[in-house]
């Protein structure tokens, strides 16, 4: 009896410890399972993670190769190659601190591609400006060389005008130099066709009551001066109207010039100058000597004393003399 339930208790026993051991295995299979689930899920993690670091780091150095082998000779384009650079550096930056704190590997995935594309984008830009920057540099050229085509006529041009304009200079002086010859001739053909005077004679006269004209040797009883002088004969003059300026210079040495009286002004014939004279008288000439004379009655005190008398023709002095009033 005591045997038998001896027995039992065994049984009992060992039917505790078998379930008592499946029991154990099957949390010990359990957390097998939920172990190597745990470890799955961390190595896909792991790879994932690695896997973006990779695409990370591919996409950066790609972005940055092409970035470099866009740089030429365009200073301003490899300004802006260079600030793109370190956008892209920055946007590297940012993303692998969001891979230290984030496990939403989509996202992740979505900032790479990101700064790919803009990586692109700016690839095509930077591409379009070199293009447009060839063909403004071809044009710049282009216009560069119808420059130096230009700047070559108007260089040819400019000699050739330089050449005209000495040329013309030439010209003008030697043109210069005929007219000076010219005019010199002239004045010496005019010198030469001036008709002489000589034999000059003034005497004062007072009118009487009948008109008369009475010789008068006092200054304070002549009413004016009767002017007789020889025009001598020229032969390179033609016979015609001549005109004689008689100039009256008084003791004082003053020009007697009374306008009402016909006095005036002549110009000399070799500077020009203005001479004035006393009156005008016009005669006719006839290739000959002849005697001529010019009643002057200014409305004039004659002083007495010692006066000259200067007659010009064609603005040349042809005579001069002398005479005394008391």
Known sequence: MEEQKGNNTYKVVSISIIVLLLTLSSYLLYQKN???????????????????RADLEKTYYEALANLEQMKGDNEELNARIDSQKVELTKQKDRIVALMKTSKDYQAIKEKIASMKAE??????????????????????QE????????????????????????????????????????????KKVDKASVIKISDILV??????SRGKEISKRFAKNIDGLKICFKTTQN?????????????????????????????????????????????????TYEKADAITCANWKPTYEFAKGSYEIH???KGYLAGKSSFTLK
């Open 235 to 283: 032969d390179l003059v033609e016979a015609g109207r001549e005109k004689f300026y008689i100039r009256i210079i008084s003791p004082s040495g003053e020009t007697i010039s009374v306008p009402a009286a016909g006095s005036g002004v002549v110009k000399a014939a070799n500077d020009g100058a203005e001479i004035p004279y006393s009156v005008l008288k016009e005669v």
């Open 119 to 140: 990586s692109e984008e700016f690839k095509k830009q930077i591409e379009a400006l070199r293009t447009e920057n060839q063909a403004l540099s071809k044009t710049n």
């Open 143 to 186: 216009l560069n060389t119808e420059k130096q085509l230009l700047a070559g006529q108007i260089n040819q041009e400019r000699s050739t005008n330089d050449e005209l304009a000495a040329k013309n200079q030439s010209l003008e002086a030697a043109k210069a130099d005929i007219e000076a010859e010219r005019l010199n001739l002239s």
């Open 34 to 52: 939920q172990n190597s689930n745990v470890i799955a899920t961390q190595e896909a993690t792991i790879l994932e993670k690695e896997k973006s």
């Open 203 to 208: 005497e004062g006269f007072k009118l009487s």
């Open 311 to 313: 007659i010009y023709n």
